[in-house]
Nanobody, 124 residues
């Protein structure tokens, strides 16, 4: 399984970015795809996840109403649309995959596959 994250960059406070995670190597219909982030000096934090088969989504409270996770099955790609970005959103963002249990799973160690990170920097 390969996950390729892209779309990071530098944006001003209040701006928007869209991250992409291209998945390959297997059929993902039984998987959940998630986005995590690691800010400087902090651990890896759950941001959002989506069930590939049902489209059910979960978000951490700090991004609800600002971020939207979605998937395009034809392109085998998961997106994270990030709006109203804040300096505290600055982090390296990672996409990850795990077998979909149908439950909310925010624990990084329970994800089996990881992509490389993409840097998001929000300037004040």
């Amino acid at each position: 399984v390969q996950l390729q994250a892209s779309g990071g960059g530098l944006v001003q406070d209040g701006g928007s970015l869209r991250l992409s995670c291209a998945a390959s190597g297997r059929t993902f219909s039984s998987y959940a795809l998630g986005w995590f982030r690691r800010a400087p000096g902090k651990g890896r934090e759950f941001v959002a996840s989506i069930s590939w088969s049902t489209g059910t989504t979960y978000y951490t409270n700090s991004v609800k109403g600002r971020f939207t996770i979605s998937r395009d099955s034809a392109k085998n790609t998961v997106y994270l649309q990030m709006n109203i970005l804040k300096p505290e959103d600055t982090a390296v963002y990672y996409c990850a995959a795990r077998y979909d249990s149908g439950r909310y799973v925010p624990t990084p160690s329970l994800y089996n596959y990881w992509g490389q990170g993409t840097q998001v920097t929000v300037s004040s």
